[in-house]
Nanobody, 122 residues
Framework: QVQLVESGGGLLQAGGSLRLSCAASGRTLSRYAMGWFRQAPGKEREFVAAISWSGDSTSYADSVKGRFTISRDNAKNTVYLQINSLKPEDTAVYYC???????????????WGQGTQVTVSS
């Protein structure tokens, strides 16, 4: 099983940008499709973005299209989530996950990181 560790979260102002990273160990990341999910306080964990093992196919939640970009560097065993034009409603714990195929469903992904907190002030 692959182990995942997220980083890059923090406290930012609305309108700013940041890049989250998800580093893998244990197995090569190139075997997996990867996803980013987020969970705000009191809410369900929701899909944000996903990318195929090759990087050729991506999927985004409607709420983040045009502001978020998922990418991967298989040579570095790392997946990224670039977030631009931050909004207070982006405040959440962001999780990366590994699975067999690109999917919007969290049940598809079998390996999860511990998450990184992103807080956006208005």
């Amino acid at each position: 099983q692959v182990q995942l560790v997220e980083s890059g979260g923090g406290l930012l102002q609305a309108g700013g940008s940041l890049r989250l990273s998800c580093a893998a160990s244990g197995r090569t990341l190139s075997r997996y499709a990867m996803g980013w999910f987020r969970q705000a306080p009191g809410k369900e964990r929701e899909f944000v973005a996903a990318i195929s093992w090759s990087g050729d196919s991506t999927s985004y939640a409607d709420s983040v299209k045009g502001r978020f970009t998922i990418s991967r560097d298989n040579a570095k065993n790392t997946v990224y989530l670039q977030i631009n034009s931050l909004k207070p409603e982006d405040t959440a714990v962001y999780y990366c996950a590994a699975g067999p195929v690109v999917s919007t469903h969290k049940g598809t992904f079998g390996s999860w990181g511990q998450g990184t907190q992103v807080t956006v002030s208005s």
